[in-house]
């Protein structure tokens, strides 16, 4: 089976932008969770999706937010971007919901300039 | 709530010595508990995981963790240390009740192999 995959790999941005980040689950896992990870805070929990709803979420702003489609396929999206949302962004798929083991993508390396 | 203490930021080890990475948990329920290792500009790869199954687990590339519930650790280890083991190793832990705050992860332990 193909892994996770996240699109795009590298992404900068400037302030105040907005970006959407991708990713695409294993076949026939039905949840999508999301990481940040930055050398200050480590790797901190954003949100989980599972089939189409947001099933938990991190202590992160509003700013922060995310999707889930039919096919399983996730995007996260951050408005009004800050220099201290440059970070990769970790995708991981699980085939179900809470506490199965979770699979990780690639990551998409954010720059905020 | 849950969290998890790697103790080390930085371990350096001679190739083929053992390698011991420290793992402490907190969690008000029985956890679930992984190791994942990070290569430079990848993603997280699964090494083993514990749920609560055999307390001695055994994971990819030669690596074990055992479960101590006593002293509430997860330690990895490995009998021989390889060049190619050099990454960062990060511990995270998830309670069986339901994984509210998703995977809670320690702040990693950087391998240094030395030859």
């Known amino acids: 089976k193909a892994g996770v995959t996240q699109t795009p790999r590298y992404l900068i941005k400037t302030r105040g932008q907005q970006v959407t980040l991708s990713c695409s689950p294993i076949s026939g896992h039905r949840s999508v969770s999301w990481y940040q990870q930055t050398p200050g805070q480590g790797l901190q929990f954003l949100f989980e999706?599972?089939?189409?709803?947001?099933?938990n979420k991190g202590n992160f702003p509003g700013r922060f937010s995310g999707r889930q489609f039919s096919n399983s396929r996730s995007e996260m999206n951050v408005s009004t971007l800050e220099l201290g949302d440059s970070a990769l962004y970790l995708c991981?798929?699980?085939?179900?919901?809470?506490?199965?083991?979770?699979?990780f993508g690639p990551g998409t390396r954010l720059t905020v300039l | 709530a849950q969290s998890v203490t790697q103790l080390g930021s930085h371990v350096s080890v001679s190739e083929g010595a053992l390698v011991l990475l420290r793992c402490n948990y907190s969690s008000s329920v029985p956890p679930y508990l992984f190791w994942y290792v990070q290569y430079p500009n990848q993603g997280l790869q699964l090494l083993l995981k514990?749920?609560?199954?055999?307390?001695l687990v055994k994971g990819i590339n030669g690596f074990e963790a055992e479960f101590k519930k006593s002293e509430t650790s997860f330690h990895l280890t490995k009998p021989s240390a390889h060049m190619s083991d050099a990454a960062e190793y990060f511990c995270a832990v998830i309670y069986s009740g339901g994984g509210a705050d998703g995977l809670t992860f320690g702040k990693g332990t950087h391998l240094i192999i030395q030859p």
């Open positions: 514990y749920t609560s199954a055999a307390t």
């Open positions: 991981a798929s699980s085939q179900d919901e809470g506490p199965d083991t979770q699979y």
């Open positions: 999706y599972f089939s189409e709803t947001q099933r």
